[in-house]
C-alpha cells in the first residue's frame, strides 16, 4: 500500500477492530476487566464476557452504521441525508452492514430515532435534541465522512452536524462530531498538531454566542490538557477518553488502554481505533487482530472504492 491507501485502510479497519475487540468487555466495571496484556477478541476463559453468543472478532453497531455511512457517501457521492437515513433503517430492521446480517447492543436513543423515522418523521425531526441526549451513537459511526469528504472545512463540518442529527441532534452531539472530523481529516494528512489545529478551525468557523460555541467551550473543553476519561457513553467523555488513551503509543496499546477504562468498551475502542489507524496506518494493526476480524468481505470492497475516489 502507499501512504494515503495505508492511511485510509487503518483508519476504517482501525475503527472496526476496535469496536470487534471491545465487545467483549462491554459494561464491564473497569477492576474488573482483565489486565491490558490479556485483552484480545477472546478474553481469558474465566472472564465473563459480554454478549456471549456473538462471536469474537465480530463488529457491532459502531462499525455497522459507520459501513452504512460510507456506501451511502461513495453511493450517492455527496452526503444525503435520505439515503443515509434509510441505510440506517435498512441495518436496523435487516442487518444491513452487519456481521451475519445480526443487529446487536442498539442504543436507546438510536432505536428511539429510527423508530421515529419507520413512522414517517424526517431524518431533520427523528433525532432527540434535549440535553440528556447525549449518548456517544453518533460519534462511533461519523469518521468514513472525514475519510470520504474532499470539500472545504466548512462542508465537512456542516455533514458531520447533519449525520448526528439522524438520531442525535443536540448541539453537543453535533459539536463532538465535527470536530473529531476535522481532527481525522488533519490526521490523514499527517498534521503535525492535527487536535490543535482542528480546534482552532473549529472555533473560526462556529458562530460566537451560538449553542455549538457553548457546547465547545464549556461542555467539550478542548483546550483541557489534564485529561480524565472513563470510557462512558457521554458523548464529551467518549472524545475525551479517545483523545487520552492516545497517549500510550501504538494501535495496540491505545485500543487496550481504552478497553481497560471498562464500561462502553467498544466504542471507545473504536473512536480511538479510528484515529490512532489513520495516524499509524494499517499494517500498525496487529496482524492476529486483523486476521480475526469478522465480516471483511463487507468492508474491503467499500475501502477500495474508497482509495479509488482519491487516486483517480
Known sequence: MNGLEDRLAGGLFGLLVGDALGVPYEFTHPDEI???????MSPPSDFHRSHRNVPPGTWSDDGAQALCLLESLLERDRFDLDDFSKRLV?????????????????????????????AGLSPLEAGPAEERHNGNGSLMRVLPLALWHRGPDEELVHDAYLQS???????????????????????????????????????????????????LEFHIRPDDRELVGEGSGYVVDTLRSARMVLEAGS???????????????DTTACVAGGIVGLRDGYEAIPQ?????????ELATPLLERLVSRHTR
Request: proline share 3%; glycine share 4%; hydrophobic share 45%.
Open 34 to 40: 482483565p489486565e491490558r496484556r490479556l485483552i484480545e
Open 288 to 296: 492476529r487482530w486483523r486476521d480475526a476480524l469478522r465480516g471483511r
Open 165 to 215: 442529527h439522524v438520531t442525535h441532534a443536540h448541539a453537543r452531539s453535533r459539536v463532538c462530531c465535527a470536530l473529531y472530523c476535522l481532527w481525522a481529516r488533519r490526521t490523514l494528512t499527517n498534521h503535525a498538531a492535527p487536535w490543535d489545529d482542528a480546534v482552532a478551525t473549529i472555533r473560526r468557523i462556529i458562530e460566537p454566542d451560538s449553542v455549538e460555541a457553548e457546547a
Open 251 to 265: 494501535y495496540e496499546a491505545s485500543v487496550r488502554a481504552a478497553i481497560a477504562l471498562g464500561n462502553d468498551t
Open 90 to 118: 435498512a441495518w436496523y430492521e435487516r442487518g444491513h452492514m452487519a456481521v451475519d446480517g445480526r443487529v446487536f447492543d442498539v442504543g436507546v436513543q438510536t432505536s428511539t430515532a429510527l423508530r421515529a423515522l419507520m
